[in-house]
């Protein structure tokens, strides 16, 4: 689980027992009695579990996203130089280890096409990344207004180390 932080806490003001704590598989020490503790802890555990599951889809989309520009930017190149060349010159597309001769106009539509194909993935892709960025901020949102509503809770979470 490296890369995500989970935390462990028991409120200080309460009597605790050990119990095991099933996101880390490591005792924990967590309040006997006190309801509004123990929605305020599973609602932090909520938070953290949607920001884990928003952060990796964030990561991915962006992946995606460096990968479809790539792909543009190597249609492009080729779409230039096949460009400049002049109409006589023989040219091959490359299909596994072959080299097939092509008319210079169908590799020229090819490149063209795949241009085209990646600005239609790239505006599909650069929304979703605005829609996890947004649900990114909501939950940190989430976070903040948890914390403040739970004065023990933010104490607790800024006296943990991070394991």
């Not at 095991?20 to 598989?25: A, N």
């Not at 460096?66 to 080729?78: G, S, W």
Request: glycine fraction near 4%.
């Amino acid at each position: 689980m490296s890369g995500y932080v989970f935390f462990k806490f028991a409120v200080q003001d309460e009597p605790t027992q050990l119990v095991e704590d099933h996101l880390l598989g490591e005792p924990a020490l967590r309040p006997k009695s006190g309801m509004g503790s123990e929605i305020n802890k599973e609602g932090f555990l909520e938070l953290q579990g949607r920001l884990v599951e928003t952060t990796t889809k964030l990561k991915q989309v962006q992946m995606q996203v460096r990968n479809k520009e790539v792909e543009k930017k190597r249609a492009f190149l080729t779409l230039e130089e096949l460009n400049s060349l002049s109409e006589n010159t023989n040219t091959y597309k490359s299909v596994g280890k072959a080299f097939f001769l092509m008319p210079m106009a169908t590799l020229a539509k090819e490149q063209k096409t795949k241009t085209d194909e990646c600005d239609a993935a790239l505006a599909t892709l650069q929304g979703s990344k605005e829609y996890l960025e947004r649900q990114m901020k909501e939950v940190e949102s989430s976070f903040r207004e948890l914390l403040q509503q739970s004065p023990a809770l933010a104490r607790q979470v800024m006296a943990m180390s991070v394991s």
